[in-house]
């Protein structure tokens, strides 16, 4: 009853992490100001109008790749540690206790608030109005602040990781041993898991630039705009058959539709957004890239040493080889005049087994000279 007992206290302690995670939220509106939220995911789906799907992608307790989904009024963000749904008034940020989130919801809230001067009081509304149709959406704001970090945060792990990885690379080339052979194959791991990474989110950004319906996707501001104008609504002015006016007002309607169209066509400003932080991940991927390449310059030259001495190694024993069977040779000489074996020839011929003793030894080195400059001539053995 005990053990059971504490497994059910163990269950309902993770229950309450999981639950404390996923309830875990931070709203900023225009003017920076935060408010955190413990509310449930269909709280959230409420206030945002989102779909479980979407939300799904922002779960902390799931695997999802690096995303950046536009939807009718809402963006969806999935970068790295960053998750969080942009509104054309307001953003949310995930876990906004995490270490990593906190410096994001920060500058979220230092850059969020638009500050807008103008010149003098004399010019009036007119230059108001071009001051409003000139500012930055508050979606694209938010997104820059969200890119910027993550683009920040993956530089910084990679300039960590060539801090640490040429030294041990050259530690390696000019001493090969266990310690520094592991210290490397963690140091590998590491990168390419640091590559995948950089690679989901280039890949994510490069394929929202080839897409300009996806991008159109993301101006949640003209879309709220078109959706609330006057033009889009059903109730539009009857205008007679007969009406002097009419032509005018059907070129005047025609036109209109054709500069909304264009506007919705129009992504240039977001194109140029995430160019500007798809240049800064693709170099982040090139860093990743030229170490790579360091690496395997490294292994190629560590397996030329190997080689080296395992040559080396080659030759040695072909100096023992020959060695003993030169060796063999001559035992087996001196073996057979050694027996105890009475012969004719030994009572009066005392010294011929001195001699033979060492024609053979001398024979016996000839062999082996021989053996090695043969092998020396063909090139299996260094000069």
Known sequence: MAVSGSETELRVQATMIKTTISRSWVLLDRDGRDTVLDVDKYAIMRLVEINARDLRILDPLLSYPSTILGREKVIVLNLEHIKAVITADEV???????DD???VVEELRRRLPLKVSFGGQDQGEEESSIGEQNEFPFEFRALEVVLEAICSFLDARTREL?????PALDE?????????????????SAMTRLTNR????REELENLLDDDDDMAELYLSRKLGVSSSPSSSSSGPNWHQNSPNQGSKIHKSSR?????LQEENDVEELEMLLEAYFVQIDGTLNKLTTLREYIDDTEDYINIQLDNHRNKLIQLELFLSSGTVCLSIYSLVVAIFGMNIPY???EDHGYVFKWVV????MACSSVFLSVVSYARRKGLVGS
């Open 344 to 346: 004719t020839w030994r």
């Open 162 to 166: 060539e801090t640490t990885a040429y």
């Open 172 to 188: 390696l080339t000019s001493k090969i041993s266990s310690r520094n052979l592991d210290k490397v194959r963690k140091l590998k």
């Open 92 to 98: 949310l940020v995930r876990d906004p206790m995490d």
């Open 256 to 260: 209109g539709s054709a500069t909304t």
């Open 198 to 201: 950089v690679q989901k989110i």
């Open 101 to 103: 989130v906190i410096p």
């Open 358 to 361: 060492i024609f053979t030894g």
